[in-house]
Each structure stands twice: as C-alpha cells, then as structure tokens.
C-alpha cells in the first residue's frame, strides 16, 4: 500500500461562471509566456475561456515559484446550501487552471496534496487549535482523500425512492462527495474545506501537517474511509445511519467520552425513549465539554455563528413549517398533523422521519434529507425529537419544536469532541483511536 509519491490534488474552486476575477502575485507564467502581476479576468467567450493574454478551452496559469507566487480568486462560494452560504476573496499557492463548457467556465486549483492539507485542517478548524487536534486531523483528511481517489467513491445517490404523484410514499436519499468532472474534489464541505492559504495563519498548520506526511489510517490493509463532522452531540453514529447501507467495523458507534457507557442512560439510542432522553438532556461527553475561550481556538469566525451545536433549538409555526416543506420537497403537505422518527441510528439521529399533513404523506430519509427537507438552509443534525404544541389550528398542532442534539452527520471524528481531548492531553494517535476503532497508521509515503 506504498504510494510512490505525493499526489497532486485538483481542487475545484468555482463551478459554471460566466466571468471569473482573480489577482496574480508573484510571477507566472501560461503557455510559455510569463503573465504580469495584478488584476486579471476570465469569460466564457463562444464556448471558451477568454483572458487578456489568451482564448483557448483550457488555460494553465503556472507559478515560477511554488513558495512565493500566489494567486487571489474572487467570488468564491463557501458553506453553499448551509446557513453560512457567502462569497469570498481567496488566497491560494500552485496551478491556476481556468476551463470552459457549455455550463461557464471552471476554476480549478493545483496542488501537492501535502500543501492542500494545510488549508484544510486550517478551513475546517481554526489554525489555533491544540496541536495534537491538527495532527489527528491531518491524518484524517489525508485518509479521506486517498481513500476516495482510491476507489473512485461517492456518488450522489438515491438508493431508495418511491414517490407516486400524489405525494404519498417514501423519499430515501443518500449524498456523499460527488465524483466531479475535471478535478478530484471540490474546495467545499460537500467534500473538504478549503479555503486556500487564506485561513492558515498559523505555523503549528503546517507543523501538524509535517510532522504527520503521508501518515494515514489502514484497516485491513484498505486506506479508511475517514468521515467526520463538528459534534457528534455525545454519541457517534454509524455509517449506515448517513450513506450506504453497510457496516464499516472501525466507524462504530461511540460514547464520546473516556468511559464506554454514559452513566443514568439506557442505550441503544436507536429506540425512541432512549433517544428522546439523551437528546432533551445534556450528557456528560467530550464534544459537551468544551469551554467558550477553547471554542474560540478551534472554530473558524463564520462557524462561531452557531454557539448552540451541542443542543439546540428550532421552533416552527404551522405555516412556516408548511412553505419551508412546499420549497424543498416541492409538496403541499397541507397542514402538518405529525412528524414522527420511524427509525433512528445509535447515536439517535433520525434514518426516517414520517411527515403526516392534511393533504400528504411522506417518509423521508437520510439524515441529510431530513435536515434539508425541515430548514431554509440545513438543520444542524437529524438527532432531534418533536414536540407538537398542545394548541390546536384547525385539529391540528398550532406549532412544533424541534429539540435537537449535535452538529453534522456525527459519524466518525468528532471535531469539537477531539478539540476537548487534544486540550486534556491526548495525542493525537490517541485521539485517533478513540473515533476510529480498530485502525491502524500506515505512512504511505
């Protein structure tokens, strides 16, 4: 399982635009000829790229110095389809490719993947973490992604859906990376942040992504599918429970704490008033634990908009409840009579959620549906209980609350729960074996 070599990683960083900006810095060079510094810009002109020193389907901007020369890319999108959707100016280091289609043009960004990690611990987390934190999760990033390359996984898919034109039935949907045209991943948390090297800032990123080279969890000799979300809210979820229905051995389920079983609960949390306790509780757990001043440390600005990941709280109204429904499953359930999990996974998160209106009825799932289908961007996680208001519209509940626990789909690493062992003292191989049982580290290269 030696990998000959550092691979170099095409980053997708805009999709489709009819016009793209960036600012060259440094020196470069595209087909032979050095391009000037400064502010530059690219259009989709008769079906190819068009800049100011060449048309062509596909232009390659190269660096005449991997260490000095930079380029800046405007109007990138972040957290696209999430509540933290903006745009920003981003800096990044290596190969500026600009492509054409029939869709726009496509910015792409090539690099060796050692320097893509530092960005993206940095993107996901904030450079000032602890730094055993940095280490784990260079080691997992790095793991993820050759294990997707690898084995050219993840397609969106919809492994189950049964819709008849009366809206009545079941919609079961699974998304995972897409595998995506012209590059290997895309520079968003559909795949992994990152941001360029505009959110590393700090020199233990590119120490923990150093000292851990080509360092990577193998388990039965296969390069692990390392999965990971912000709080898993106490408990981790299994891999079933988010994607493909299949087990995957060193992503169990697992009480984030030092002891295997949380102490005044009953588990497994897939039964519902086992569920219903856990999550309008707050149990003792790693990801719970954590401290305003190490939240700050670890968490990136935007991601600090949302204090309450740990447990929280969405209260909807009959009829925004209603339009929010109408706008992402494109159904008119009517009034709503119910919502009720019909099957939930071990950390508690909701697989399928039964929505009964006036009008329709549907059973939806997974995990990343249910929390598309019930907000205007994402719901922070599938693991909440309802709670219908005791007043009645029409026979029906006048509004529901939506009690909730975690940030993310909550299989494998838990980033604030590993934060808060990393700043106990944990190493990060340490760290690694509590998310990932029964693996193992290999440097591959």
Not at 172 to 179: G, K, L, P, T
Not at 218 to 223: A, D, G, H, L, Y
Not at 350 to 379: D, F, P, Q, Y
Request: proline share 4%; charged share 25%; with cysteine.
């Amino acid at each position: 399982m030696i990998i000959d070599r550092e691979p170099t990683i095409r980053v997708g960083l805009i999709t489709a635009a009819p016009e793209v900006k960036f600012v060259l810095d440094g020196g470069f060079v595209s087909s032979g000829q050095s391009v000037p510094d400064g502010e530059h810009s690219a259009r989709l002109l008769d079906g190819a790229a068009s800049t100011d020193w060449s048309t062509a389907n596909e232009i390659v901007v190269s660096p005449r110095d991997l260490e000095q020369s930079r380029f800046t890319v405007h109007g990138v999108k972040i957290g696209i389809n999430f509540h933290w959707e903006r745009e920003e100016s981003q800096r990044f280091e290596g190969v500026l490719k600009i492509v054409a289609s029939e869709a726009g043009l496509t910015i792409i960004n090539e690099l060796p993947l050692e320097s893509y990690l530092v960005s993206v611990i940095s993107s996901e987390m904030s450079a000032s973490c602890p730094m055993e934190l940095l280490k784990a999760h260079a080691v997992v990033s790095r793991s993820w992604l050759l294990a997707q390359l690898s084995q050219d996984a993840g397609v969106a898919s919809e492994i189950r859906a049964k819709k008849p034109a009366n809206g009545n039935g079941e919609l079961i949907r699974w998304y995972d990376r897409e595998n995506h045209s012209g590059f290997d991943v895309c520079a968003d948390d559909h795949c992994q942040r990152y941001q360029g090297i505009s959110k590393a800032f700090s020199q233990a990123a590119f120490e923990a992504v150093r000292d851990t080279r080509g360092k990577t969890l193998i388990f039965e000799n296969k390069i692990c599918d390392t999965r990971y979300s912000k709080s898993c809210g106490g408990m981790t979820e299994v891999y079933r429970a988010a994607w493909e229905d299949k087990d995957v051995p060193y992503l169990p389920s697992i009480y984030d704490a030092p002891t295997q079983e949380p102490e005044g609960y009953v588990m497994p949390l897939s039964i519902e008033k086992n569920a219903v306790a856990w999550i309008d509780s707050s149990p003792d757990s790693y990801c719970g634990a954590v401290t305003p001043d190490l939240l700050r440390r670890i968490v990136p600005a935007f991601d600090q908009e949302t204090p309450d990941f740990y447990r929280w709280r969405v209260e909807y109204g009959q009829s925004e409840l209603r339009e929010i429904l109408k706008t992402r499953l494109g159904i008119d359930f009517g009034l709503i009579r119910s919502m009720e999990a019909i099957e939930r996974g071990e950390s508690g998160r909701i697989i399928r959620l039964n929505i009964v209106g006036a009008n329709k009825t549907l059973v939806i799932g997974k995990e990343l549906e249910i929390r598309r289908a019930l907000s205007r961007s994402h719901l922070y996680s599938s693991a909440f209980v309802v709670h219908a208001s005791d007043e009645q519209e029409s026979g029906c509940p006048k509004s529901f609350v939506l009690s909730g626990a975690g940030w993310g789909h909550g299989v494998g690493l838990c980033q604030i729960g590993a934060a808060v062992m990393a700043d106990r003292g944990a190493n990060h191989l340490q760290i690694l074996s509590h998310y990932f049982k029964g693996a193992e580290t290999a440097d591959l290269y």
